[in-house]
């Protein structure tokens, strides 16, 4: 038998190897350094993510390059999903630094798992295999429930962990299930190829019944309706830095292994799964805010308002066939905006941390942070005002241009219900600025002083949350940079 | 050249992005916070003041600037003012820096905060007036609400917060459907472009501009507000601070009736013609419901509250009774409002400053311990009221006078509201200002100190001013408003023709005469 060396594009392939080299080195650094040198695997850490970054930077294709004959795909859409979910993890990273917590863990552990699961979501979004699909789910999945679990005395993290882990198992499942029946009917785990196959193919029964399956797994790990169940469990109990990790990187990654699947079989399945994701749409951005407004810990109602914006991430996706590059485009940019507004409201509760160092978690403690923290409120109250979608902010940029591709495909209807929809979530959002500023109890609200000093810990996530204010405003006033570079990421899979 | 309007629009931006890296925490620092804010809302009033030097009387947008902003989407910063929208925005550069002074000795806490909101509202506000790109109107629009929420929820009343996001549901959900709206007009017209001008030049489909003007109506009713949605006014304007409450009725409401006439009415004038006996009802059910209920309010922040509800349903009669002196009077009676029922809150917030109550049966005799106020005050009531010879009389005369011509029977409706403002206004004053002095703690106030004759006497200045002479403004006004109703006249003549099968020049002398 004669072996043929695959196609490899080495100049696009890139930034994997380099993560991948990366990211152990970070492991093995941790094990290998004094605890002296320990302190240099933040930075370490950081570096690896920033020569990635400069890689995909380097790598502009015009058209898309395959390589490993469809087991690695790099276009305009994989590029601007690995840029963001690099800088959403380097945010992640320089956040995590004031979690004094690590001190008793490993720290270059966390770290490690943080660079993994990078990968993990890289290569997920890079691929129009769905073997592929499948490794890349796991890679990221396994990093994410030991990230939720990882501070091991916490026994509301432990539950967080096993929950999470038990449901995505049994997600995992579904998803291979669907693979391996599609496989069945078509003979193909190549998205490309499934499009030709299909019309050859007698079992078109058994194609949908996986292509549902398939939906029902990515569903699970974007936290669709009706199976979110597990976000605000999960969002609660896991360490705030794993959670603002994933609540962005994953869902992006699950929901670009969507868009592949659904541009694939657009050709001839087009109504049926639109019709199916519209109502999925629908309901899960309704249900999520809807439960948002009668939460009382923060992180549950962050969890419920990142289910509804999944709803609202969901539109992009039931327009990519009329709306083309519009939709794709629009869905990049509302990543890229909620990556920075959503992981800067954790930012935030990490730094609301009290003197001796217990989180606020319930809304009702955040009261008088107007008075005690100013700072810190007034970003906060930008953040909830971006996801809220209101302007000047990129929160309302990104709704405008997820709306405008539901209109220009005809979705009139899902548009209306989904503005209605913000309207609802000004509720929820608007009662965390109700108790920072607005509570009756601040007469007695000291002003905390707030050392700030360079090279602290602390720092850091000063750092980590001015990027995300600059990110969340810039994106609302100046968008036409970033809306120009996502409308030209071109998704394709050939 | 020099781009004025966007000094004008973001001066105010500029002050207030100073005014956060100034600390406050003791006396001295309030002081310079309120300096720089005076300062920068004056800046503004001052480029607003040279724009008006150089306004030449046409219909055209003048001042136009045009920058490209998010081209793909055809989304550009292009801003303009005309006839229409520059007395609302001297209202406003006006307005501004007499409340801010005002403010001095209401608010006491958050001075910072406090004045970084109301320079924001001021730099949404008057972008709102001068956009001419759909994307950078609704941008504005919405930018609005928030600094105005912060205004109400952390310096208001006792219910502040409910009243605050009463005041934002509500707005709110009337502009997201806009929102739609604007979209859809976006795509189905495929011009590529936001630049509402192009809009207004295009014809659009008759079906389409049905629901579309629904949606742009139901937002702009919603801040008017007219009466079925008028329900958040009461609460906001009570429980919102002196200051808010003046700009949310001196300017806020007309945004309202602005859109109507910028937008709604000229882009979907089919439609208009169509809805206009559903708005013409409402806004007469808003003059007499507003009047009726500004009789039994005990309280007198509320009595104002309600009268604006009854003005602004002329307002709203004005404009759809589709003639040219009636149109005129409606952008005269919003700016006269804005006057008007600025200096009644201002002068109620001065005695509930002395007394810390609203309640009318609470004073009484103020006369003989206020007297200049009470000059003031009563000025202000006639004004209010519509006593020829002071603003309030000169919009709603002309409003009222033109739509005679087309609608009589609700003109007399109308007017029967203008008896009504006399029969909740007087008495006010009446229990307030006159008779004796009924509670001691009355007996002990002080007259007006420096800061509130600075504030009143422009204020009062411009009420004579625009009563005896309102020319200036008209002459502002009248060229704009001339060309909207030809435009519109010309809509009606192929409505009508359709619905006689008529072709359409049949009836067009008698409009015609009437337009001219």
Not at chain 1, 296 to 308: P, Q
Not at chain 2, 399 to 421: D, E, N, R, Y
Request: hydrophobic share 55%.
């Amino acid at each position: 038998m004669e072996f043929i060396f695959p196609v490899i594009f080495w100049k696009s392939f890139l930034p994997i190897p380099i993560l991948t080299f990366g990211a152990v080195m970070v492991l093995l650094f941790d094990i290998f350094a004094s605890d002296e040198k320990r302190k240099a695997t933040l930075w370490l850490s950081i570096a690896v993510l920033f020569i990635t970054f400069i890689s995909c930077l380097l790598s502009s294709p015009e058209n898309s390059e395959i390589s490993f004959g469809g087991m690695y795909l790099f276009d305009g859409f994989t590029r601007s999903l690995f840029l963001i979910i690099l800088i959403s993890s380097f945010i992640v990273i320089l956040m995590s630094s004031i979690e004094k917590k690590f001190e008793e863990n490993s720290y270059g552990d966390f770290l490690g798992l943080i660079l993994f699961a990078t990968l993990g979501m890289m290569l997920m979004v890079s691929t129009r295999n769905l073997v592929m699909i499948f490794i890349a789910l796991e890679i990221f999945s396994l990093s994410l429930y030991v990230l939720s679990g990882f501070f091991r005395s916490s026994l509301i993290g432990n539950e967080a962990s096993l929950k999470y882990f038990l449901l995505g198992s049994f997600a995992s499942g579904f998803l291979l299930f669907g693979i391996a029946l599609i496989y069945g009917s078509t003979g193909s785990t190549d998205l490309f190829e499934i499009i030709r196959f299909y019309e050859l193919s007698s079992q078109k029964l058994v194609f949908f019944l996986g292509l549902s399956f398939l939906i029902v797994g990515l569903g699970f790990k974007i936290g669709a309706f009706p199976f979110y169940m597990w976000t605000p469990d999960v969002y609660q109990g896991s360490p705030t830095v794993a959670t603002a990790f994933m609540s962005v990187g994953p869902k992006a990654a699950a929901f670009a292994a969507l868009f592949r699947i659904l541009i694939s079989t657009a050709g001839f399945s087009a109504n049926k799964i639109e019709m199916t994701i519209w109502i999925i749409a629908v309901l899960t951005m309704t249900v999520g805010n809807l439960v948002a407004i009668w939460q009382k810990n923060i992180k549950r109602m962050l969890a419920y308002s990142s289910i509804a914006h999944v709803g609202y991430l969901l539109i992009a996706l039931v327009t990519i066939k009329q709306a083309g590059t519009l939709s794709s485009g629009s869905f990049l940019f509302y990543v890229f905006v909620y990556s920075f507004m959503n992981i800067g409201a954790f930012v935030v509760i990490m730094l609301a941390k009290r003197e001796d160092g217990s989180e606020r978690t319930n809304i009702e403690e955040f009261s008088g942070l107007g008075l005690s923290r100013p700072g810190l409120a007034f970003s906060m109250a930008i953040f909830m005002i971006a996801l809220a979608g209101i302007p000047p902010t990129g929160g309302f940029v990104a709704k405008f241009y997820i709306f405008s591709a539901a209109i220009k495909s005809g979705f009139v209807w899902l548009a209306i219900i989904a503005v209605l929809n913000s309207v609802i979530s000004v509720f929820y959002y608007l009662r965390i600025i109700v108790v920072m500023y607005m509570n009756d109890t601040e007469e007695d609200v000291k002003k905390e002083q707030f050392r700030f000093v360079w090279g602290s810990r602390l720092s850091y996530a000063v750092v980590a949350l001015v990027i995300c204010v600059i990110g969340t405003l810039s994106l609302g006033i100046f968008p036409s940079y970033f809306v120009d570079f996502a409308l030209n990421s071109n998704i394709s899979l050939n | 050249m020099f781009p004025l309007i966007s000094w004008m629009v973001f001066s105010p931006l500029i002050g207030a992005f100073l005014i956060l890296f100034f600390r406050d925490d003791n006396e001295k620092h309030y002081k310079r916070i309120f300096l720089i804010s005076i300062i920068s809302s004056l800046v503004s009033l001052l480029f607003s003041l040279i724009i008006f030097v150089n306004f030449q009387a046409s219909a055209e947008m003048q001042f136009v600037e045009n920058i490209k902003w998010i081209e793909s989407l055809g989304v550009s910063y292009r801003v303009g003012l005309d006839g229409i929208s520059f007395p609302l925005i001297l209202l406003t550069t006006f307005l501004t820096p007499i409340v801010l002074l005002f403010s001095w000795d209401d608010i006491k806490k958050r001075i910072r905060l406090y004045y970084f909101s109301m320079l924001l509202l001021e730099t949404a506000m008057l972008g709102v007036f001068v956009s001419l790109d759909f994307f950078l109107f609704y941008v504005f629009w919405e930018a609005m609400l928030i600094p105005m929420y912060f205004i109400i929820g952390i310096w208001g009343g006792k219910k502040r917060i409910y009243s605050a996001m009463k005041f934002f549901i509500y707005t709110m959900a009337g502009s997201v459907l806009m929102l739609v709206a604007i979209l859809w007009l976006y795509f189905s017209t495929g011009a590529g472009t936001f630049n509402i001008l192009v809009f207004l030049n295009s014809p659009i489909d008759p079906f389409l501009q049905t629901w579309l003007f629904v949606a742009f109506a139901l937002a702009f009713a919603i801040k008017v507000p007219m009466f079925p949605f008028h329900t958040w006014l009461p609460d906001a304007h009570v429980e919102a601070p002196t200051a808010g409450s003046v700009i949310l009725a001196g300017v806020l409401l007309k945004m309202g009736t602005y859109g109507f006439i910028r937008l709604a009415i000229p882009l979907f004038p089919e439609a208009a013609i169509q809805f206009s006996p559903i708005f013409i009802f409402l806004s007469l059910v808003g003059i007499i419901y507003g009047a009726l209920m500004a009789m039994i309010q005990r309280d007198a922040k509320k009595l104002v509250a309600y009268s604006s509800i009854s003005h602004l349903g002329f307002v709203m009669f004005g404009l759809f009774s589709f003639n040219l002196l009636a149109l005129g009077g409606s952008v005269l009676q919003m700016v006269n409002h804005g006057i008007c029922s600025g200096l009644l809150f201002l002068t109620v917030g001065m005695l509930y400053r002395r007394r810390h109550t609203r309640l009318i049966d609470d004073f009484g005799g103020i006369a003989k311990v206020m007297p200049v106020f009470s000059v003031f005050f009563v000025i202000t009531v006639f004004s209010s009221i519509g006593l020829p010879g002071l603003n309030g009389f000169v919009g709603e005369f002309a409003i009222l006078s033109g739509s005679f011509q087309s609608h009589f029977i609700p003109t007399i409706i109308a007017t029967l509201g203008v008896i009504l403002s006399a029969v909740y206004m007087l008495p006010m004053v009446q229990k307030m200002i006159f008779g004796k002095i009924k509670i001691e703690s009355n007996r002990i106030l002080t007259d007006l100190n420096l800061r509130e004759w600075f504030v009143l006497v422009p204020m009062i200045f411009l009420v004579f001013f625009l009563g005896i002479y309102p020319k200036p403004i008209l002459n502002i006004i009248e060229p704009s408003a001339k060309s909207l109703l030809l435009k519109i006249n010309e809509r009606k003549l192929v409505v009508q023709g359709i619905k006689n099968n008529n072709p359409p020049l049949v009836s067009s002398s008698t409009i015609t005469r009437r337009g001219h």
